[in-house]
């Protein structure tokens, strides 16, 4: 069928198979661009399927030829309906590691549940034996307690005082002032349940006691600061206690792993726009200016740059470089003094009437579509796609 975007503020309820595959062969061309990377060789992905994980996946499969498992929740296709984005990512990157010979299969379900972790071993087991990454990218707004079945909700709001700033509406370009309401004791606690890194140890002990990590295995998960000028909303807002805990819980994941030289590390990511990002009040103002700034200091990167550089520049090298809270910075060009000085200048400044020129909101915008494979050069969205489209190695 003739597939076209369908767009409901943040969200995009269709998807394009074509599309989605071509971004996803874009990523591989790049990490095929760059020298091999002496890194993992059998790779656990959970959150697999789009932004940082997906890009994750990318880099271990076609930057050191590694076998990857990738978990995620992605809606399948059903006749006259398009599947989710992940969903079209995943089978776009299954059939090109495919053809290459490199082993990849997907489990699509919950990965909070005790079945999925569960279903993933017996994986493992029968099929790699024992991993040497485990790649923890899981970005979810909801999420059902294994232990008790409750359903807990993550929030994005201040701590302590309601926060006003201006943020923008993508499609229409407006710029106008939100006010969000501080979060209660119980929003902080559910996020921190949601986002927080409960579920990250639980993976980890699963797969330690069922004896299928190497010695010297590693895992990452993935975390955000940025700038002074979001961290009402997200660092020192509710999102941000939940990173806290994330944070905190590597040394725990690190300590459980002493008899096997495990290490368990958090990597502090670039801001980006993902399905998450575009979520998050004042963050996509943020990101449609601090793009303009990066690129024209010639230091914008995408997740597969990013995580690419997480790889070769960081995390296979013989002594890892961390700041002294013990985190990975992949976002030190964000974060860079004369980056931040112009955005900061750009955002008192920043109008309906201004953005177009001071901002990168085309970027924005062209990037927000691309997560769903729509606006993908080369690309003809006139010729009918099989919205079908299935991934080729799925549990
Ligand atoms: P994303 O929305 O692109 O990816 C989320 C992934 O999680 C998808 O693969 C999705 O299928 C999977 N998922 C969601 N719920 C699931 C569930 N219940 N079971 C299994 N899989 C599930 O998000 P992203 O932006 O790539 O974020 C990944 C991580 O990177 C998050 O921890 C996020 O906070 C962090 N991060 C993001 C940014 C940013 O700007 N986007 C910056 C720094 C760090
Ligand atoms: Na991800």
Known sequence: ???????????????????CAENVKNQIDYIKSKKTINGPKKVLVIGASTGFGLASRITSAFGSHAA???????????????????????????????????????????????????????LIKKDLGKIDLLIYSLASPVRTHPDNGKRFRSTLKPIGASYTN????????????????PGTDEDIENTVT?????DWQRWVSALQEADVLTKDFKTVAYSYIGPELTEPVYRKGTIGRAKDDLEKTAFT????????????????????????????????????????????????????????????????????????????????????ANIQEQV???????????????????????????????????????????EMTGI???T
């Open 344 to 386: 900061a200048k750009l955002w008192e400044e920043a109008t309906t009437e201004t953005l177009p020129k001071i901002g990168d909101l085309d970027g924005y915008t062209t990037e927000f579509y691309n997560l769903f494979g729509f606006r993908v050069p080369n690309v003809d969205y006139t010729k009918e796609a099989d």
């Open 166 to 181: 201006k943020t923008v509406d993508f499609h229409t370009g407006n710029v106008n002032e939100v006010s969000i309401e």
């Open 253 to 336: 994941i690190t300590d459980a792993l002493k008899d096997i030289d495990g290490k368990a590390y958090v990597s502090v990511n670039k801001a980006l726009v993902t399905q998450s990002s575009s979520a998050i009040p004042v963050i996509p103002l943020y990101i449609s200016l601090l793009y303009k700034v990066m690129k024209a200091e010639g230091l914008q990167e995408g997740c597969i740059e990013q995580i690419h550089r997480l790889f070769n520049d960081r995390l296979y090298l013989d002594e890892i470089p961390t700041d002294e809270e013990g985190r990975i910075r992949i976002d030190d060009w964000e974060m860079k």
């Open 68 to 122: 990857t498992i990738g978990v995620f929740f992605e809606k399948p296709p059903a006749e006259g309906k398009t599947a989710s984005a992940g969903w079209y990512n995943t089978a776009g990157f299954e059939t090109a590691a495919h053809k290459e010979g490199i082993y990849a299969k997907s489990i699509n379900g919950d990965a909070f549940s005790n079945d999925i972790k569960r279903e993933t071993i017996e």
């Open 1 to 19: 069928m003739i597939i076209e975007p369908r767009t409901r503020g943040f969200i995009c309820t269709t998807a394009h198979p074509v599309g």
């Open 194 to 198: 949601v986002m927080g890194g409960d």
């Open 392 to 394: 080729p190695s799925i």
